[in-house]
């Protein structure tokens, strides 16, 4: 005996945990979910009576497939037949987000705050909207009513303090990264982020530990070693700055910046020849530091050279 619609979502609640936008759920729940909604299609009801579970499950399932304009028409016909519908409210704004519908993903998501102003997610979610809108304060304002809700949120902690970097309050930032560093020591990402703000601030010995931290935890975080041997050239420390480039060019060899840094470091260092070829090969990677390289004060005592000329030219 087949079963109806309303057994189908019934056993969906019992056995799937489904988890809200834009968290996925292992592959064997996303295909579980797929299997059940073929099945309630295959039921002999009016799909004008579906409830709205149904324009939910699909509005999910659409989201996995990356189909966004799908998924948002599910959660929309969700709600119109449940306007107080939570879930499908939360995750209408995580759509909306995802289409780039900026200001229409906030008002959704206070409208799922009306609903239930309680969820340190909603404020969490609109956190990370109002972020891509580089609403600074307001951002940094939702993440504090998630902490307040849930004082170990680590991605609110860790967003805020990018908030605080992006608005020049360094002091907050490291601050903020500290806490999350208590949460969850072992993600390289934080102590990075700390490691910039520190060197923004000019604490460099600081900075460098945080930038090893993070190498410590994973050894190939491009972008701390790059920070890294930026800040070590800045301070005058150039074999080591050089070796530290010498470690991005062999993590991502077609990083041109990576040329361009060890190219400019020569021509500190009056190498003409080390300068040269390391700029030819950033020239290959991307023609626009020919011209970047004409004006660039550090190629000062090369730019009446006839090699540097002929390169540039």
Known sequence: M??????????????IRIPLLPEIPTYGIREKLNEYIKKIEGTDNNTSLFPPEYDFYCGVNFYYKD???A?????????????????????????????????????????AIEINPNDAKIWYSKGVTLSKLVECEKAIKCFDKALELNPDYYDAIYNKALMFSHIGNLEEAVKTCNKAIEINPNDAKIWYNKANSLADIGL??????????AIEINPNFVLAFYNK??????MGFYKRSLETYDKVIELRPELAMAWYNKACMYAWKSDKENSLKHLSKAIDLDTRNKEK????????NLWSDEDFIKLTT
């Open 71 to 111: 998924s948002l028409e599910c959660f929309n016909k969700a709600i119109e037949l449940k306007p107080d519908y939570y879930n499908a409210v939360y995750n209408k704004a995580i759509v909306l987000r995802a289409l780039e519908r900026f200001e229409e993903a906030i008002e959704t998501s206070d409208r």
């Open 2 to 15: 087949e079963m109806d619609f309303n057994e189908i979502i019934s056993k969906i609640n019992k056995e």
């Open 67 to 69: 189909n966004y304009e």
């Open 293 to 300: 390289a004409k004006t660039d004060e550090d190629f000062l």
């Open 229 to 234: 041997a930026i800040v070590l050239g800045a």
């Open 204 to 213: 460099i010995n600081e900075a460098l530990k945080s930038y090893d931290k």
